[in-house]
């Protein structure tokens, strides 16, 4: 599927609202443009520029090795792996989000995923968190960028859409509390199920997947039964704060 935007990253044009969110706190919604049968999802950008939570710093026991977050934000993930005693390196389109990690001295770039990134092929764990597996609208062709970036024994952690079966592709925008938009932008949003089949496609295998929520933290099988979305999604996408990852090994 092939999706065109005038506005080609996740938060820009318009009115920014993205930014704004980053610098004055408060949730965004994203929602898809046109189209009524995507839920909408309710993005605690808070959390971005927080400390690591429970279910960031079950990220950074899985990683292996160096670290390259991907669509890092304020950078909280490369803190945590740099603090766990990683090296560690964010890439951002955002520069309100790059000048916020700069800020507190973190390491972070202001690049497109499809740039030239530095140590290609060489990092241990490549980070897609906070629904960034839906940057571009094309989760197979980011998570083989992805691939690409680790080292021949490295992983690709990503967080899922909390629907296991959920798979979208569309065109997106994001809305403050203040009801200012962005231009809309490719998105995607997919769950364990298709995105296990999507993995295997590349020659990736699962090496686990797991969940951390606000009642319990427990291994998630892998084979276990789709579940059906809701018409608005919690924070990041995930139902009742569950959060879901797969770590794949490349």
């Not at 605690?44 to 710093?57: E, I, M, S, T």
């Not at 292996?64 to 890439?91: E, N, Q, Y």
Request: with cysteine.
């Amino acid at each position: 599927m092939t999706l065109t935007a005038q506005s080609t990253y996740f938060g820009h044009g318009g009115t920014h609202p993205y930014e704004r969110s980053l610098l004055g706190g408060g949730a965004l919604t994203l929602r898809a443009v046109g189209d009524t049968s995507v839920a909408t999802t309710i993005m605690d950008v808070d959390r971005y520029a927080a400390d690591a939570d429970a279910a960031d710093l079950s990220v950074i026991e899985h990683s292996v090795g160096a670290v390259i977050d991907l669509g890092c934000g304020p950078g909280r993930m490369v803190r945590a792996a740099i603090v766990s005693g990683r090296f560690a390196l964010g890439i951002d389109v955002s520069a309100t989000a790059v000048a916020m990690a700069h800020d507190s001295g973190l390491p972070v770039l202001r690049h497109d995923i499809n740039d030239t990134l530095p140590l290609e092929g060489k990092w241990g764990t490549a980070l897609l968190l906070d629904g960034n597996i839906g940057i571009g609208g094309d989760p197979h062709a980011l998570l083989n960028r992805a691939r690409l970036l680790v080292n021949p024994k490295g992983l690709v952690i990503v967080e899922t859409s909390a629907a296991d079966g959920e798979e979208r592709c569309f065109l997106a925008e994001v809305r403050d509390r203040c009801g200012r938009s962005s231009g809309p932008f490719p998105w995607a949003q997919i769950g364990a199920g298709p995105l296990i089949r999507i993995a295997a496609e590349l020659g990736l295998q699962v090496e686990a997947c797991w969940s951390v929520g606000d009642e319990a933290e427990a291994r998630k099988d892998v084979e276990s039964e789709a579940e059906g979305g809701e018409d608005e999604r919690g924070a990041d996408g995930e139902g009742g704060g569950v959060r879901t990852f797969l770590a794949l090994s490349a």
